[in-house]
């Protein structure tokens, strides 16, 4: 079983609109949690790494956060933009070199 | 530009065959990280090397080896090849090991299997 799960598997939003995006995982122990944004046949980019003590971190139309004690984060994207297509990854350090990647989400944006 | 660079971007090779994928890391980077990205699959991680040693191994087949080089770039070889084995290769580097180094990823090599 994967120790990081993302929902929705895709979805599709109108050009202007947000979404959020949600991640659970079972890893432990934790070190830190990261979204990386991939776009097609293109390697991950890291948009925001948090670690167990942040609830909320942002990157321009990103903004990520993160319950340590329910071990769940999200990703919401405001306003989103033609660009945004791509996968989205949630990722779950531990407190070594382990990098445990969830299977993503796939965002279609819409003019 | 991550600063990873990987070669070559696209390969076509056949069933029983062997291929050599490479990745030059960041200049300063000392770790490499191989994944394989199926269709549709998530990133699966294979290997980890740190300054030229094996650290970290997951779900790499025995068909499969890596090596990473005294100028850190490393190659990841594929052998026997089998049409599975058709996906996306990902290079990641980062400075150090551990929890906390961002890792870099390339763009990657598309290896096909026919």
């Known amino acids: 079983k994967n120790q990081v799960e993302q929902s929705p598997q895709s979805l599709i939003i109108l050009e202007g609109k947000n979404c959020t995006l949600q991640?659970?995982?079972?890893?432990?122990?934790?070190?830190?949690l990261r979204w990386y944004k991939q776009d097609t046949g293109r390697g991950p980019v890291s948009l925001t790494i948090?670690?167990?003590?942040?609830n909320t971190k942002s990157n321009g139309r990103y903004t990520a956060t993160l319950d340590a004690d329910t071990k769940q984060s999200s990703l919401h994207i405001t306003a989103s933009q033609l660009s945004d297509s791509a996968s989205y990854i949630c990722?779950?350090?531990?407190?070594?070199?382990?990098?445990?990647f969830g299977a993503g989400t796939t965002v279609t944006v819409r003019a | 530009d991550s600063g990873v660079t990987q070669t070559p971007k696209h390969l076509i090779t056949a069933t029983g065959q062997r291929v050599t994928l490479r990745c030059s890391p960041r200049?300063?980077?000392?770790?490499v990280y191989w994944y394989q990205q199926s269709l549709d699959q998530g990133l699966q991680f294979l290997i980890q090397?740190?300054?030229?040693?094996?650290?970290a191994k997951g779900n790499i087949l025995e068909r499969f080896s890596a090596q990473q080089f005294p100028d850190l770039h490393s190659e990841l070889n594929l052998s026997s090849l089998e049409l599975g084995d058709s996906a996306l290769y990902f290079c990641?580097?980062?400075?150090?090991?551990?929890?906390?180094?961002?890792?870099?990823f390339g763009q990657g090599t598309r290896l096909t299997v026919v």
């Open positions: 990641a580097s980062s400075v150090g090991t551990g929890g906390w180094t961002e890792a870099f």
């Open positions: 991640c659970n995982y079972t890893v432990s122990p934790f070190s830190n």
């Open positions: 948090m670690t167990f003590s942040e």
């Open positions: 990722v779950v350090s531990q407190d070594d070199y382990k990098l445990s």
């Open positions: 200049s300063g980077d000392l770790s």
């Open positions: 090397y740190y300054n030229g040693e094996e650290r």
